[in-house]
């Protein structure tokens, strides 16, 4: 079975593993228009190539990010998000619901 | 009487029967492109020369005819979905399905042998009611049968699998299966004769877009122009969007089947769970095919794994434990196009002039004839959508309003 090195498990089988989407950046809900919500919620790069992506221990619902290539099925390299978010993220407080 | 046949067959005049006119240079323009030459792709082109007189039309294939998602689909032709959009479209599909060898004169192999899917929870037998009803709604043969009626139907079917039970299922009268080669390959030869140019081992490296319309694509053969053009590829739909520019919710999954040694007849209906994971029918040739579920994470690689083929077999043993002995045949994948809602992407896309027919996940080959036709009609119009397929246009993902089929669609295709 193909394995994956988990950053906090070590190297498990890829049974072991979730595929939670490609990483990218989420507009802030509150202030972007209804498209950029739409892309962000909808739309994928799907790229053929090497990209970066969430996936999740399941055992130990650990969240992590991996760089794989979608080509070869390489796993490049997995990493804590730590890496990418060195602070909390803070959402604007949320909008006012709208009759309709 | 014998002699005579063998003089026939010896003498020069032997009818040998040309299904391809041998391949031309490209022209340099052309009225309307098609990109792909699966079965969606030649279908497009024949409904375009037979209903809308126009056959100045170049169909471009990268490989070879019928050769992509064609070729490795597994031959599944139904309408019991969930949704009215999602069953008045396959509905009129299995209609043109029907009469296609006559259409054609050449044998597709069409062989309704009714589809059986099996509920083994309460949730499931409710879900199976509304798509029973929603079928027989627009005029489909869809039926709830309970377990003496299902032995009766597949007596080789074992109904209390391990931990999951069969409660009833869902009967489809029109279920089908056809050969998928000689789909494509029909629609290919009536619309050769009409006109229609096929070229195959012609790949589309880029879209050469000016003003917000195509104008050329250019090809490992040089650029041509075109009046318009219609992407109908499967596997790599969302590159070639991308390539005129248009985001997509595409996310490419491989998808793996398989079959075994060919058996006596046994098992009339097509068979699937979706608690199982698995759906399992016997060919003409009395080879058993297997299939399930995407894998679980996207590829663009049609390579196979052990891990999903064991679990597949794992549970098509549990339904038909005899074949535990049998021996496998082949094994293969291809790769699948999924959209979030399990629906096709088909209509109007921002580039004016540049028709889409992607997004066919695991779910494209029983729709083939009504895609080209409803497509054919898209091109013809200029870009009028036919209200058959309205729904299924890109915009749906910016406007919320999907069809979800997933229950309907995820392992039984």
Redesign the interface.
Known sequence: MKIMNCPLNGPRNISEFTYGGEFKPMPDPVSCSDAEWADYVFNTDNLAGVVREWWMHTPSSYWFLAERHTVTDEILRTFDPKELFTTRVEFSAAAKEIAG | MPFNLLKYGLSSEYPVEVDLPPPKELKSSYDVVIIGAGGHGLATAYYLAKYHGITNIAVLEKSYLGGGNTARNTAVIRSNYLTSEGVRFYAESVRMFQSLSNEFDFNIMYSERGQLTLAHTDATVRSFRQRAEVNKHFGGRTEMIDRQQIRELVPSLNLDPGHLPVIAGLWHIDGATARHDAVAWGYAKQAAKRGVEIHQLTEVQDLIIENGAITAVKTNRGTIKCGCAVQAIAG?S??LMAKAGI??????FPLQAMVTQPFKPFLDPLVSSSALHCYVQQTSRGEVVFGGGSD??????T?S???LKESLLAHAIEMFPFLANAKLMRQWAGITDMT?DYSPIMGLSPVKNYYLDAGWGTWGFKATPICGKTMAELVASGGKVPELIKPFGLER????QQVNEMGATAASH
């Open positions: 790599h969302s590159l985001r997509s919710p595409i996310q490419t679980p994470y996207p590829l663009f690689n390579r794994t052990l891990d979030p993902f910016s406007t919320f």
